[in-house]
């Protein structure tokens, strides 16, 4: 009966077999794509959210970069002697060069600086400007002295949104008369009546601070900008100009109210249905602020909404052409079916793992847990096996040689031996502890451990053991070394972010104990922070390297770095980052001694050392460098130096009979130190320039006394001797005679 009806009627097959399918399948992609669309938008409103919170944090980043770097500046400036003369001392004028030289080195380091000021009371010395120096009457940003006039609202350590007149106008063309700064403020002591006495005012151009905040967002109409404390603008967008009020914005009134570091809403923002995401920056109070029109997140999938139905009506009417015409050709591809189930069931597994270590990194990185139930829902939902009424503890581990594994390993490949090694500590954990593992950064895996009031926390010994059994078989199955850091066991996962951060910190102290290293704060204990810092040696470094002394620069630097090691990470950082302070000057005095160019860069150094592992490879960084400059300066000097010893005899010869003639003098028409260049002479010519100048003195005097009938006073003061004394005990050491004795001895013998 059935195969009759299919020969002669295959129609009722379709009627009666395929249009109900067909039918439901319909209803059901019409329902599904209602479904789908809410929860595209939905989606799209998360992409949008983690997009702009990442590149506000990003952004939030380089303001507090910038904020800590203005901070150090300031500090350091302040305890650099030459800063001291100039705000605590009266600075001759002849020395105004050497200290506009030294303020303007401190610009040059810091590319977002616009200005600095120094200002002591009555003087107020300024780079760049046109001559450096000004009193009160004379300055031109007269607005800075109603600030230093007014403690009372203008604190050290704040930062002041104004305009300051453009140094560069009339000068360039097209430079506006004024342009705007912020302007960061360091008092030392200040009088009763409020006033500052002493002040040093760094100026970051606003320019930098727009770049900063700029965004490569492929929605349009997006705006950033920055709020501070007071509902004020701190940065232009399209709509306000700096310093606009706007409390008067409801979103301005939440985000101020707000204790979180980030959140995000949909409300009206000037007018236009909205998307706001905003974030902390952790410094002066300053709100990073990203909107984003609603309709502009949405269109896309509107239109792709549109597109859908189209494809669907589309694909309904083809169905139903080839089904009337196939209908007694009845195919399901089953296995099609099941492998794209399977790829769909992967792709939801794959989903589920990348939220679960979303939610587990939100954990940790930031204070936000919500309400209890918030809590329990959220691990309950992802099932992360956790009770966050335990105890807790956590292990840090850092991928070695990370910069190697980067370049080694494609990023697919990378992920893979990173989940390889959680795998490793799972099994290793499995039945012992509850535990998660997270991937908090590219090189970084965090181990959250977890045990009951009944459990024992791990003793020393036994996470040591751990520890190092996590490292052998990392080493052997995925051929990976790891640091690992271990924090102190904690009972309130409220303080998880506090424990996290400070085992991050830990865990810079890689860098001190090499690679592989188990890092605990019991550990390092012992390394206190009353450290004074060796400048008698760092003068000597300096002196070595202006010298031409690398094996004893080599020494001396590894002898520092070395000290500085036995202390806190943060002790090193700061000895590394001033001895490259003092590298840079030696080798710029060494490029204009010996006219050599040396490759060293301190912006690209300073990078540097924010991502080398350990001492080892900076102790070698600097020994290539020191090599090098050996090499180079071997080179050239040969040739140099006597080029220049050439230039000091001519000129010796020429005005051997100037009484004033001296080292100093010599040293000054060719352009180098006199000790440099006393001790450079001496040792090329084996006798000083002094006994060199006294020795063509007196061979032109012996000369006048022979072949002349002046007198011994007129001989001595041509030959440029002041001295009458001085002359005799010379003359009569060269040839065992007084002037008139020798005078006396040619004539009998002629």
């Known amino acids: 009966m059935f195969k009759q009806l299919v020969l002669k009627n295959p129609f009722q097959l379709f009627l009666t077999i395929s249009l109900p399918f067909l039918l439901s399948v319909v209803v059901l992609l019409f329902v599904q794509s209602s479904i789908l669309k809410q929860n595209f938008e939905d989606f799209a409103l998360q992409m949008i959210y983690n997009q702009q919170k990442t590149e506000l944090q990003n952004t939030s980043r380089n303001v507090q970069?910038?904020?800590?770097?203005?901070?150090?500046?300031?500090?350091?400036?302040?305890?650099?002697?030459?800063?001291?003369?100039?705000?605590?001392?009266?600075?001759?004028?002849?020395?105004?060069?050497?200290?506009?030289?030294?303020?303007?080195?401190?610009?040059?380091?810091?590319?977002?600086?616009?200005?600095?000021?120094?200002?002591?009371?009555?003087?107020?010395?300024?780079?760049?400007?046109?001559?450096?120096?000004y009193n009160r009457a004379t300055f031109a940003d007269k607005g800075i002295f109603q600030i230093l006039d007014d403690i009372k609202n203008n604190r050290s350590h704040s930062i002041v949104l104004r305009k300051i007149p453009n140094v560069m106008s009339g000068i360039s063309t097209g430079a506006p008369s004024e342009i705007n700064v912020y302007s960061y403020l360091f008092f030392d002591t200040q009088l009763q009546n409020g006033k500052v006495d002493e002040a040093l005012i760094l100026n970051i151009s606003e320019d930098w601070i727009k770049r900063s905040i700029s965004t490569s967002h492929q929605l349009n109409d997006n705006r950033m900008f920055i709020l501070d404390s007071n509902g004020r603008m701190m940065s232009r967008d399209p709509n306000h100009p700096l310093l606009s009020d706007m409390n008067g914005s409801e979103y301005t009134r939440i985000i101020n109210s707000s204790k979180g570091m980030s959140g995000s809403m949909r409300m009206d923002a000037d007018g236009v249905d909205s998307f706001i995401t905003y974030t902390d920056t952790?410094?002066?109070?300053?709100?990073?602020?990203?909107?984003?029109?609603?309709?502009?997140?949405?269109?896309?999938?509107?239109?792709?909404?549109?597109?859908?139905?189209?494809?669907?009506l589309i694909f309904l009417t083809l169905s139903m052409l080839i089904m009337f015409y196939f209908s007694r050709r009845l195919y399901v591809p089953v296995k099609l079916v099941i492998q794209n189930y399977r790829s769909l069931e992967m792709e939801k597994k794959d989903e589920f793992y990348n939220r679960k270590q979303e939610c587990l990194r939100k954990l940790v990185q930031t204070n936000d847990f919500g309400s209890a139930h918030f809590l329990h829902s959220a691990f309950h939902k992802y099932r992360i096996a956790i009770d966050p009424a335990g105890s807790f503890l956590l292990l840090l581990l850092k991928i070695d040689h990370f910069s190697e594994f980067c370049s080694k390993y494609r990023s697919r490949d990378r992920g893979l031996l990173k989940f390889g090694m959680m795998n490793i500590v799972s099994e290793l954990l499995s039945g012992v502890y509850n535990h998660e593992c997270i991937e908090v950064e590219d090189d970084q895996i965090l181990v959250w451990i977890n045990f009951n009031e009944r459990e024992e926390p791990p003793g020393q010994e036994q996470l040591f053991a751990l520890v190092q059994e996590i490292q052998q078989k990392v080493s052997k199955y995925l051929s990976l070394s790891v640091s690992v850091t271990i924090s102190e066991p904690f009972e309130t996962i409220s303080n998880l972010n506090f424990h996290y951060l400070k085992l991050l910190d830990l865990s810079y102290y890689?860098?001190?104990?090499?690679?592989?290293?188990?890092?605990?704060?019991?550990?390092?204990?012992?390394?206190?922070?009353?450290?004074?810092?060796?400048?008698?040696?760092?003068?000597?470094?300096?002196?070595?390297?202006?010298?031409?002394?690398?094996?004893?620069?080599?020494?001396?630097?590894?002898?520092?770095?070395?000290?500085?090691?036995?202390?806190?990470?943060?002790?090193?950082?700061?000895?590394?980052i001033r001895l490259l302070l003092s590298i840079r000057y030696a080798l710029e005095l060494l490029e204009a001694n010996h006219s050599i160019k040396v490759n060293f860069n301190f912006h690209s150094y300073l990078n540097k050392l924010q991502t080398i592992e350990t001492l080892d490879k900076i102790k070698s960084d600097f020994h290539e460098l020191f090599e090098h400059l050996a090499q180079e300066l071997e080179s050239k000097k040969d040739l140099k130096y006597k080029n220049l010893l050439e230039d000091v005899s001519r000129i010796i010869q020429r005005d051997f009979a100037n009484p004033a003639l001296s080292l100093d003098t010599v040293a000054g028409e060719v352009g180098f130190s006199s000790s440099y260049l006393g001790k450079l002479f001496k040792k090329h010519l084996l006798i000083s320039v002094n006994d060199y100048i006294n020795q063509v003195r007196l061979t032109h005097a012996t000369e006048l006394i022979a072949t002349t009938n002046e007198t011994i006073l007129d001989v001595m003061q041509q030959s440029g001797f002041s001295s009458r004394s001085h002359f005799f005990t010379l003359f009569k050491k060269e040839h065992g005679l007084t002037p008139v004795q020798y005078r006396n001895l040619v004539k009998k013998s002629g």
Request: glycine share 4%.
């Open 65 to 133: 970069s910038m904020a800590d770097s203005v901070r150090s500046l300031a500090i350091t400036a302040f305890f650099d002697d030459k800063i001291k003369d100039l705000l605590y001392s009266d600075v001759a004028a002849e020395d105004y060069v050497k200290y506009q030289t030294k303020i303007e080195s401190y610009k040059n380091i810091y590319p977002f600086l616009q200005s600095i000021y120094i200002y002591n009371g009555q003087t107020i010395y300024s780079v760049p400007s046109e001559s450096f120096v």
């Open 510 to 576: 890689r860098m001190i104990l090499g690679h592989q290293a188990i890092i605990t704060e019991s550990s390092i204990s012992n390394r206190n922070e009353d450290f004074k810092y060796p400048q008698d040696k760092e003068k000597e470094l300096t002196d070595a390297l202006i010298q031409g002394r690398f094996q004893e620069a080599d020494r001396l630097l590894m002898g520092m770095i070395g000290h500085a090691s036995s202390y806190s990470y943060t002790v090193l950082n700061s000895v590394l």
């Open 282 to 312: 952790g410094v002066f109070g300053w709100k990073l602020v990203s909107v984003t029109p609603y309709t502009k997140i949405v269109q896309e999938i509107e239109s792709m909404k549109k597109k859908t139905y189209l494809l669907m």
